[in-house]
């Protein structure tokens, strides 16, 4: 089957963003709508599959371009590779999901010896023609052939200093000419052969390089980072437009703007802009671009003419547009067009401002978010109280605050990131080789280049701060160093960046944490609103439980109560309670423990009032508790020696003439004192060698406790009941659920039903009313779920823990899998995700499926939700969303991203 592999911008479809890439899409869709393009096509990324598989160009794609290219000629009245009037074409990557700078591009392709001259004579401009070759040769070297930039820039640079000039606009004609000469030169030297003169083997060559790119480390990488798989994009299309120069004198312009402020949203013109340059001089940073605005006063009515484009752009897409721009001769041409990549803030501003101007539905508003984003909002800031003081300033580029040990190269910056340092990426500028220094590093500062610059663009989708253009700070990267006003910042240097005010620091300053906007509050409403699934949080802690409640949780879905134990002011009663011999001694440390438990329980409920608030029952293995037994050795090893000291004390005080007098710390410190230490420690290591089990994590915890030791449940249950009669007593309202963890079978249930019923029954006459309670199981085990018709009977609710049940489905150990093995599976692909952090719905969710279908059909009222850690993860949401379930719990940061994915669920 032969299909169509080259479109017309003025015939492909502009929805088609699989298979003419973002880009070409675009181009396609603004040419069919009247916007100023200029003309060209694009080639498929069928066909770069197609390249890729075969590592040829599909045998009739170059007639087929040639095609175009004559229709271009004829648009343009231009000519391809001939001397008078030479039509020179742009050679752009484009793939379905936008990689800014990942992949290739080539521009001023067309020239050659013969169409410069055409060039020089048709524009007057000598300068203007060699200024455009030295560039194309550069590029075309650089993708198509392979040649380093470093063996052209030596020469560039060489020809500046030998001139005496700093920027490339010192350069003069004669100058351009002889770095273009030197140019050609290094293609012979490096590549073998002469640069091509036949303007249909630049095309070739260079459409072929940028189909190579797809497969090009930094475009693998960014695509494993952000997880786009073949699904969301696959293969690159090439876009071929005719070159429209910014660079042919002072009436030209190029420059990329923003439809609205990318760092906080609000509506205004945004970008940046160079009169006389070339679209690299932007977004290289190697000029410093000036403002959109500055173009209402040099250019006014050209701006005016921008301002319709952008109105044009947003109304058409109704989402903020990336765009760049061409104004050459007094003519403005949009050259390209993308979904604006922002931060969180601004994409809930603008959200919430494209509802209210009635440009997007609430739906749409929710859904143009990705609730991951919002996990910037909940970024720190730096504490507006701290006395500190800059030692440098740049330009906001991407917002957050963080300190880290400023780097100079990515190189160093991965391998320091990756070994757990904090650092900074510090360079002057940024190129997108630079990508895995992104990755790993806290911020990023650069001494050049503008909010639009490769590393603002870069660092603002990844939602880490940079200040950009700092021009105060001067790097020498050879010294490993960099001046900062009479600051000397050796590499290692603690820096802080506040990416929102583009404030440079030094040492680690403090932060405080952020706070929501009334956007992101309104928005959230509006989430809620939408939404089926309710959103709980896991806290352990009144503390815990506040911050829950501000980050919007409608109840506590997870009390691990073992939490709780563990404050210092508890853990020698729980301890006392595991070393009891006998009942006796154990119901008299719980009794000790019941007021603690209740009062947390009262605190934890009035804060969730009138929200249901699920405790768990005691879930660990008993050993969490103790020390471990190589501890305890060392421990009591220490304790004997000190025993020796002690007595040897005794037996030297006893044998001097004089007494003295002792510290009194020391006079205390007897024999007997130790011995009593020793006695516990040794107690304690006899508990944990009989605690001991191969599989604590399969062994004796969770309801097998409760069953062991049926008066540490009867106690928690007593605790929970006798603080919801204190609350109701207080006013008020609370709706506990008492949640039993690890449960195989309805014995187990019935057992702890009966302490829960009769405590319950004993507590209701006092109190002289009906305890309002839930009770329900977790669903944590492979056998829960298939027993789950037979669990339904006996509960109010479900709670599926997906940590215990994803360990079982899968046979890992999650206290093992995270370090060992799991990262090299993921990386080699073999499991896409971590199944600790994304459900895997293809396992687990088939026994979720089947629990929840089997459990509501018992109990078609039953509540269920999820309280494992992928209870937060929006796929996962999705997934607990079509199961039908009630809730999910996550823990609290996560809440709002949670919210947004909940609404996301039921829009999609
Ligand atoms: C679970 O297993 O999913 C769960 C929430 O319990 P824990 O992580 O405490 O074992
Ligand atoms: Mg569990």
């Not at 194309?136 to 392979?146: D, E, H, P, T």
């Not at 969490?624 to 020796?644: A, M």
């Amino acid at each position: 089957m032969t299909h169509k592999r080259v479109y017309a911008f003025s015939e492909g479809d502009g929805h088609n963003k699989k298979l003419l890439g973002g880009k070409g899409a675009n181009l396609c869709e603004m040419t069919q709508i009247g916007i100023n393009v200029p003309p060209g096509f694009v080639i498929t990324t069928e066909a770069c599959l197609d390249y890729l598989k075969a590592n040829t160009l599909p045998a009739d794609l170059m007639g087929e371009v040639k095609k175009q290219i004559k229709s271009m000629e004829g648009a343009t009245g231009r000519s391809f590779g001939k001397g008078k009037n030479p039509l020179l074409v742009s050679v752009r990557s484009g793939s379905a999901m936008s990689m800014p700078g990942m992949m290739d591009t080539i521009l001023n392709l067309g020239l050659n010896d013969e169409t410069l001259e055409g060039l020089i004579r048709q524009t007057g401009d000598e300068r203007f023609a060699y200024d455009a070759y030295r560039r194309f040769i550069q590029l075309f070297g650089k993708v198509a052939l392979g040649i380093g930039d470093e063996h052209f820039d030596e020469h560039f640079e060489e020809v500046k200093q030998q001139a005496g000039v700093k920027a490339d606009v010192g350069l003069d004609a004669g100058h351009l000419k002889e770095i273009s000469e030197r140019f050609l030169a290094v293609v012979r030297r490096e590549s073998g052969k002469d640069f091509p003169q036949d303007v249909f083997m630049q095309l070739q060559l260079a459409v072929e390089s940028v189909f190579r790119s797809w497969m090009g480390k930094r475009a693998v990488d960014y695509r494993r980072e952000f997880h786009i798989t073949p699904d969301m994009a696959n293969g690159t299309a090439v876009n071929i437009c005719a070159m429209v120069f910014g660079n042919m004198g002072d009436d030209c312009a190029t420059g990329v703007g923003f439809t609205r402020n990318p760092g906080d949203g609000s509506k205004e013109m945004f970008g940046e802009y160079l009169t006389n340059a070339q679209g690299e001089d932007v977004v290289a940073g190697i000029r410093t671009p000036k403002p959109l605005q500055s173009m209402e006063l040099e250019m006014p009515v050209l701006f005016s003419e921008l301002v319709a484009l952008r109105d044009k752009l947003e109304g058409h897409y109704k989402e903020v547009q990336d765009y760049e721009f061409t104004i050459e001769k007094g003519t403005l041409y949009c050259l390209q067009t993308r979904n604006g990549k922002m931060n969180a803030a601004a994409m809930v501003k603008t959200s919430v401002d494209m509802f209210t101007e009635g440009l997007i539905s609430k739906e749409r508003a929710i859904l143009r978010i990705d609730p991951e984003l919002l996990e910037q909002l909940l970024h720190p800031r730096l504490d507006p109280d701290s006395p500190a003081r800059p030692i440098a300033v740049g330009l906001p580029a991407s917002p957050g605050a963080s300190s880290g040990k400023c780097v100079f190269d990515a190189d160093l910056a991965e391998k320091l990131g990756n070994a757990g340092e904090h650092v900074i990426l510090v360079r002057e500028e940024t190129r997108p080789e630079d990508i895995h220094g992104f990755f790993a590093a806290e911020g990023i500062l650069t001494s050049r280049g503008g909010k639009t610059s490769h590393a603002a663009v870069v660092a603002r989708g990844m939602g880490k701060p940079c200040v950009a253009g700092a021009e105060g700070i001067v790097v020498d990267v050879s010294l490993r160093l960099a001046h900062a006003g009479d600051h000397v910042l050796h590499e290692g240097d603690v820096i802080t960046l506040d990416g929102g005010t583009g404030m440079v620091y030094l040492g680690a300053i403090p932060t405080i944490p952020p706070q929501f906007s009334e956007d992101l509050e309104e928005l959230l409403r509006w989430a809620d609103e939408i939404a089926d699934l309710k959103v709980m949080a896991n806290a352990d802690t009144p503390e815990a439980a506040k911050k829950a409640r501000e980050y919007g949780a409608m109840g506590i879905g997870l009390c691990r109560t073992e939490r709780m134990f563990n404050a210092s002011d508890r853990l020698p009663i729980v301890i006392d309670m595991i070393l009891a011999e006998n009942k006796v001694e154990r119901v008299a440390a719980l009794d000790r423990l019941l007021p603690i438990q209740r009062a947390d329980f009262v605190e934890l409920f009035s804060v969730m009032s009138p929200d249901p608030v699920t405790v768990r029952l005691l879930d660990p293995p008993m050993h969490e508790f103790l020390p471990t037994e190589h501890d305890l050795l060392d421990q009591i090893h220490t304790l004997r020696l000190y025993r020796d000291v002690v007595r040897g004390r005794q037996t030297a005080l006893a044998a001097l003439p004089v007494k003295r007098d002792l510290p009194e710390v020391l006079s205390e410190l007897s024999e007997e004192f130790v011995n009593d230490a020793l006695i516990k420690k040794e107690r304690m290591l006899k508990k944990v060698r009989e605690l001991q089990e191969v599989n604590p994590m399969l062994g004796h915890r969770g309801v097998r406790l409760g069953i062991a030791y049926p008066e540490i449940y009867a106690m928690q249950i007593q605790a929970i009941l006798e603080a919801t009669i204190e609350c109701t007593k207080k006013g008020i309202e609370v709706h506990p659920e008492i949640m039993v963890p690890q449960v195989i079978t309805t014995q187990e249930l019935a057992h702890v039903r009966r302490t829960v019923d009769e405590l319950s029954a004993k507590l209701e006459k006092d109190f002289g009313a009906k305890l309002n309670f839930k009770f329900g199981t977790m669903i944590e085990t492979v056998r829960a779920c298939t027993r789950a018709t037979h669990l339904a009977a006996n509960v109010e609710f479900f709670s599926f823990g997906t940590n215990d049940l994803t360990q079982a489905v899968f046979s890992f150990s999650r206290e093992d899998a995270e370090n060992k093995f799991l990262p090299m599976y993921n990386a080699s692909g073999i499991l896409r995700d971590n199944p600790f952090e994304v459900l895997d719905t293809e396992g687990v969710g088939q026994l979720i499926d089947m629990a929840v279908s089997r459990g509501r059909k018992q109990r078609p009222d039953l509540k269920i939700g999820i309280c494992g850690e992928q209870g937060g993860h929006p796929g996962s949401i999705r997934f607990c969303h079509k199961a039908g379930l009630d809730y999910v719990s996550c823990s609290g940061p996560r809440v709002p991203i949670a919210r947004l994915a909940a609404a996301a669920a039921k829009l999609q």
